[in-house]
């Protein structure tokens, strides 16, 4: 059966230490802004545009997919991200959190679930979006990451925390998320609002699928399951 807002064997509620969260698509509602900006930056580094019948069927592909169908060198992928944080950063002021995310950071922290932040955007860009209130209740921050390199900021990411992957939830909208949290041993909820179908996303089995915000914090709390406190 494939898993939804309720909690796997693997993932029983309580047990997360530290939850580890992507921001495009997770707690930023940037995938409109992406796609308004997308065939601009398609003719600038010369790869295929993307016509509007073709955006669903892309969002049920993973990142690396997604280059192939659209001629993406590997060796122009850091500039086009950097170009794209740049132009996020000049339309910052479009891009808000999803309905819910304030309330499920100060949820967490205060069930006192140490939070971090990891997502190949800037820390400019993320803290801007955020907000400092929203931004303040994030202990850790690991931005910047490249597309295809989270699994080494995760690794590093929890030697600098100093909790095992075993008691660490990441939460993400892309495979690349659900596979840098695999290779690193940490559990994954996906979240079905974001870049990603949740099609996709459950078909790659995430321990956990959260419908909307408002799921994450009665699954992942430590307040139902004290004992889960070190
Ligand atoms: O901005 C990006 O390149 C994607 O960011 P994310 O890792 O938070 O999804």
Redesign the pocket.
Known sequence: MPPSSVSSPAAPPGRYRLVVL?????LADSFGWFCGVLNGVADRYGFRRVAPEESEALRGMSAAAIMRQLDVPLWKLPLI?RH??AL?ARDIAAIRPFPGVPELLEGLATDGVTLAL????SRANIQRVLGPTNAGRVAHYACG?S?FG?AGRLRKLLRRVGVPAAETLCI???LR?LEAARAVGCAFGAVAWG?TTAEALRAAGPDLLFERPGDIGSLVGCRSRPSAAP
Do not use: Q, R
């Open positions: 992507d921001f495009d698509g997770t991200s794209m944080h996020m990891l997502s190949s955007n990451a597309v989270k993400g909208d892309e998320d870049y």
